[in-house]
């Protein structure tokens, strides 16, 4: 994948593991009379793109200006009504843990319970709670979606807004309902065309591959909603008692 920055050009190599990295020998590139130079990490539309897609920088980026802006809300959070933090805490916060948060899909849970540890601490912010108190009757109370939810839920929007053409269409191309000449079930039910991956640790992870895969995993109903509100409230309640039940 190549970025550009002005007369600048970057050059990563996507492996699925480090070992296999190690292994790759590239010379330099020339694209244009430009040399291009080999980079581990590139940043593109503010994501920080490692060569091996754990997204080590990026999250641990994200985590140090959440964490620094939950610090500074706790300093006047005394002068405040508990609405006007927990407004402070979707703008100042969760800006930045989902933006782009699909990408994360599939990453070590270790990865994952680094943003949630952030949201954990914006929830005790907000609700007044010890640290030794346990967090789950704390998300449940202000009815956020953990982590690895608010992932799914953003990936499953995309999808939807792709089945219906409200994405652009090289999202739509990647969702492809089910036809079949036969009267199938599958081919009446909303369900999307998964398909076959040779290797989990990148292609699992892919657009193409999961967001079919987690569409065809919620209840017909969800998939089946009329408009995009409709579907959001749905999936919502349903992720959220998944993942509390």
Sequence with gaps: MKGFNGMKGYDIIREP???QLNKVECSDVDVGGAAVEKV????NLGVNFDSVMNFDKHISS???IAFHNIHNIKKISKYLTRASVERLIHGLVFSHLD????????????QIQRCQKIQNFAARLICGTGYRDHITPVLKNLHWLPTESRIQY???TLVYKSV???APIYLQTLCNRKTSSYSLRSCDSNELVVPRIKHKTLGGRAFAYVGPALWNSVP???RESSTLIIFKRRLKTYLFELAFR
């Design 17 to 19: 593991d480090v070992v």
């Design 164 to 166: 219906s053409g409200y």
């Design 62 to 64: 994200k985590i140090k």
């Design 40 to 43: 581990n990490i590139v940043k």
């Design 220 to 222: 017909r109903e969800i």
């Design 99 to 110: 933006y782009c948060n699909s990408l994360l899909y599939g990453l070590h849970n270790f």
């Design 154 to 156: 953003k990936i499953l």
